[in-house]
């Protein structure tokens, strides 16, 4: 199972809004709803910020926000701030009963 | 609190084995799925394997498939991987994962990891 695509990095200015994009196949973004993102910062486990494509796991801030059209899915982050500067991982659940993880996306404030 | 401690990890040589335990507490761990996820040193995240609420199911990468043996004890609230046949590739730090809630396998909630390294 090849990684979904990401973009290696993307910036932006403090309080401007970025998106990122995962995309994969009709075997796994495309095939379900089960599209989750997860923020990672340097040295840290990974942690949760969307799941099932749209939904936002309790604490974690309505800035985030996620979306999905055919096999590419999309994570916006808006109003961006200092502590959004982390790495940021697409996944989905794949047909063959596995899950697969996109190649990540350094995001970085002007 | 939920909390995923994983142990176990260390150097090893290439062709032996390691046995991670992860420890689970704070939730009613016999409810969750439970996942394997590694990432090697500066590099992404790649799924390893999952296994369901009784362990009567579970699925592996292609990368482990033979190799590594996933397992869990509810009674000891302990999620395990066998790692056998360990290749140099296999370096990295190795994150137990908990479903975003039970009954569902979506990884949510992560352990802080383990780190294996594999060298002679």
């Known amino acids: 199972q090849s990684a979904l695509t990401q973009p290696a990095s993307v910036s932006g200015s403090p309080g401007q809004s970025i998106t990122i994009s995962c995309s994969g196949s009709s075997s796994d973004v495309g095939g379900y709803n089960y599209v989750s993102w997860y923020q990672q910062h340097p040295g840290k486990a990974p942690k949760l910020m969307i799941y099932d494509v749209s939904n936002r796991p309790s604490g974690v801030s309505n800035r985030f926000s996620g979306s999905k059209s055919g096999n590419t899915a999309s994570l916006t982050i808006s109003g961006l701030q200092a502590e959004d500067e982390a790495d940021y991982y697409c996944?989905?659940?794949?047909?063959?009963?596995?899950?697969?993880f996109g190649t990540g996306t350094k995001v970085t404030l002007l | 609190e939920v909390q995923l401690v994983e142990s176990g990890g260390g150097l090893v040589q290439p062709g032996g084995s390691l046995r991670l335990p992860c420890a689970a507490s704070?939730?009613?761990?016999?409810?969750?799925?439970m996942h394997w996820v590694r990432q090697a040193p500066g590099k992404g995240l790649v799924w390893v394997s999952r296994i369901n609420t009784d362990g009567s199911e579970t699925n592996y990468a292609d990368s482990v498939k033979g190799r590594f043996t996933i397992s869990r004890d509810n009674a000891k609230n302990t999620l395990y991987l066998q790692m056998n046949t360990l290749r140099v590739e296999d370096t990295a730090v190795y994150y137990c994962a908990r479903g975003v809630d039970s009954g569902s396998s979506r990884i949510g909630y992560w352990g802080q990891g383990t780190l294996v390294t594999v060298s002679s």
């Open positions: 704070g939730f009613t761990f016999s409810s969750y799925w």
């Open positions: 996944s989905s659940y794949t047909r063959s009963y596995t899950y697969v």
